[in-house]
């Protein structure tokens, strides 16, 4: 004889509220794989221009539905809670937020690496930097609201607001007119490779995509050169360094 089939209602409290959990992952899952296809089907233009639409529209459409559930208003789009909170506490969120996606990042890579290997891990994430770089540029961008020829200086902005901006601590160094040395002074991964007397992961295959897809969808005549990013060898008071150069 065939069971019943179990429904949801049949869930106690405890497994509805993991799936609540399930339901938020699966959504940003899916939202992630809407970008990915229209971006592999129309271009990133297209896709940026979606994305875009999509985000305005969808999230002002989440919030105000989550906000009847958990008694929240929202002003200008931003959740009361938010608002209410102090400079210390929104820093700590923005502190916790960042920290969260470096640790997602960790977690995917070596979700590969501990089932495919090194190289698999790293080819992957490489090729996850040249698509992630220019769509936080262009998060950035619109946030700041820069133009599209913002030069150097809108670069150094947009570099400070980076999710790694918020976790790192990075300097800048003014070469003249046309171009300046960005530094990495202090990486969390890094350091905390140090901190266990592990060597410096061997980072620079990612950051060459990285830095210089990022400058070049700040402002597309801006061009990149690697100073040093391990494993090349590095003095004490930086990880990495690398050079933007106006064109």
Not at 98 to 108: Q, Y
Not at 137 to 166: M, T, V
Request: charged share 25%.
């Amino acid at each position: 004889m065939t069971e019943t089939p179990i429904t949801i209602a049949d869930l106690s409290r405890a497994e509805k509220a993991r799936l609540v959990m399930d339901f938020f992952h699966r959504t940003l899952v899916h939202y992630g794989l809407w970008f990915t296809e229209v971006r592999h089907q129309m271009g990133m233009e297209k896709a940026l221009e979606a994305l875009s639409t999509a985000s305005e529209k969808g999230l002002g459409i989440q919030l105000k539905r989550l906000g009847k559930i958990f008694g929240f208003d929202l002003t200008d789009g931003i959740p009361s809670p938010l608002l209410a909170l102090d400079d210390s506490a929104l820093d700590g969120l923005l502190d916790a937020v960042s920290a969260n996606w470096l640790a997602n990042d960790g977690v995917w890579f070596q979700a590969v690496e501990f089932t495919a290997g090194m190289n698999d891990a790293k080819r992957c994430n490489d090729s996850c930097w040249a698509h992630f770089s220019p769509v936080e540029a262009w998060s950035i961008r619109r946030f700041l609201n820069l133009a599209p020829d913002c030069g150097l200086e809108g670069l150094k902005q947009a570099l400070n607001f980076r999710l790694y901006g918020k976790i790192n601590t990075q300097s800048f160094v003014d070469e003249g007119p046309d171009r300046f040395v960005f530094r990495m002074d202090r990486c969390r991964v890094q350091t905390a490779r140090k901190r266990k007397g592990l060597d410096d992961y061997p980072c620079k295959s990612a950051g060459l995509v990285e830095y210089a897809y990022f400058a070049r969808a700040v402002d597309p005549r801006i061009q990149t050169e690697c100073i040093g990013c391990p494993p090349d060898p590095h003095p004490e008071d930086w990880f990495c360094a690398w050079r933007f150069i106006l064109t």
